[in-house]
């Protein structure tokens, strides 16, 4: 039967059913196929995750701390490998990788080179991100100080090679353990340094406990000579600080500490009373200087006969005694002279070879000048 022109063939439509079919059929079948291969992963996953065989890899980036030179690493702790700042590695997850760095100069690491033991990284499905840090390294010191006595001017000092610095005052420094440190002393005017000399300075070479060193001078000691006058039975003093008096029956000389004190009294024979220094509670005393000093003590008679000695220009011309106050000498040679003066507050005057004293109390010297 033939149709007319509005019709059409069932055949067009069942070819494009079919081909529909198809493309149906092969897309389900497809998505089937993704399917099952994604399932079987998963399933080989968890199997080998539960086996322990894994083999999925991440990324190991290593970061440089300020004080971090250089980053090495293996993965058998044995054959190391140099690695950049941010560079990363791949290692396969369960994996343990080791390092050690080098620090820079004034810095420290715990994962030094001899110590790669200690420092590693377990990998554990993730990837990882090391910074390894270094911190400045902090020397232990231990305090020197050189102190003075009051004879020392200056302290001057060095550490090692250093020049020499003065100061004068304490002087407390820093040193680490091994350092040495060079030192002298500057005595003032009239002191000797005791030790550490500028010609043959002290050194320390510093432990590590503390070291304190107390640098003196001496004073330089002249002569002090002590006289027993007659009438005078002992002599006390005392000398460069001591805290008690010595005592001497005859003349003696004495070494004293210059700019010190000494003291000294006197003890009078029978029938003498001191002239001066007379007593512990009134002892004489002076500074030392930078001289020989002598010093006489001297004991006056308390009661009569008085002798009486008239010197000319330091030339005996008569001796005589009293039981009084006054004395008269006559006969003597005075060169015309009229001035003359005595000890102990007597009064005297001349009339050509006459000469009469008064106000005598003790054993008097009259000298004519």
């Not at 044995?78 to 590695?89: G, L, Y």
Request: charged share 20%.
């Amino acid at each position: 039967m033939k149709l007319n022109n509005k019709g059409f063939a069932i055949t067009g439509i069942l070819y494009g059913l079919l081909i529909l079919f198809a493309l149906l059929v092969g897309s389900y079948l497809t998505i089937l196929t993704a399917r099952k291969n994604r399932l079987d992963g998963i399933v080989e996953n968890i199997e080998n995750e539960y086996n322990g065989n894994t083999t999925d890899t991440y990324t190991l980036t290593f970061k440089k701390d300020t004080g971090i030179k250089e980053i090495y690493y293996s993965k058998d702790n044995s054959k190391f490998t140099k690695v950049n700042d941010a560079e990363s590695i791949n290692v396969e997850s369960g994996n343990t990788i080791y390092y050690y760095a080098v620090p820079k100069e004034g810095y420290t690491t715990n994962c030094s080179q001899a110590n790669t033991t200690k420092c590693y990284v377990e990998i554990n499905r993730k990837n990882e991100e090391l910074t390894v840090t270094a911190t400045p390294v902090t020397t232990k010191t231990y305090k020197l100080t050189l102190t003075k006595n009051d004879g020392v001017s200056s302290i001057w000092y060095k550490i090692g090679n250093e020049d020499y610095k003065s100061s004068s005052f304490t002087v407390s420094v820093n040193l680490e353990n091994g350092e040495e440190c060079s030192y002298y002393g500057i005595p003032k005017t009239e002191y000797t340094m005791n030790s550490c000399t500028l010609s043959n300075p002290c050194h320390k070479k510093m432990g590590t406990e503390p070291f304190s060193y107390r640098l003196e001078a001496a004073a330089k000691k002249y002569k002090l000579i002590l006289n027993k006058g007659a009438g005078v039975k002992t002599i006390f003093y005392k000398i460069n600080g001591e805290n008690s008096y010595s005592s001497i029956t005859t003349d003696t000389t004495l070494e004293v500490n210059y700019n010190t004190t000494y003291y000294y009294y006197g003890i009078p024979e029978n029938g003498f009373k001191m002239d001066s220094c007379a007593s512990y509670n009134n002892p004489c005393s002076y500074v030392m200087g930078n001289t020989t000093v002598t010093r006489t003590l001297k004991a006056i008679k308390n009661s009569p006969p008085y002798t009486v000695i008239i010197y000319l220009m330091g030339s005996e011309e008569a001796r005589g005694t009293t039981n009084g106050s006054t004395f008269t000498a006559t006969g003597v040679y005075t060169m015309g002279k009229t001035n003359i003066s005595c000890d102990y507050g007597a009064t005297a005057t001349i009339s050509g070879t006459t000469v009469t004293i008064a106000n005598i109390t003790t054993d008097t010297t009259c000298d004519i000048t």
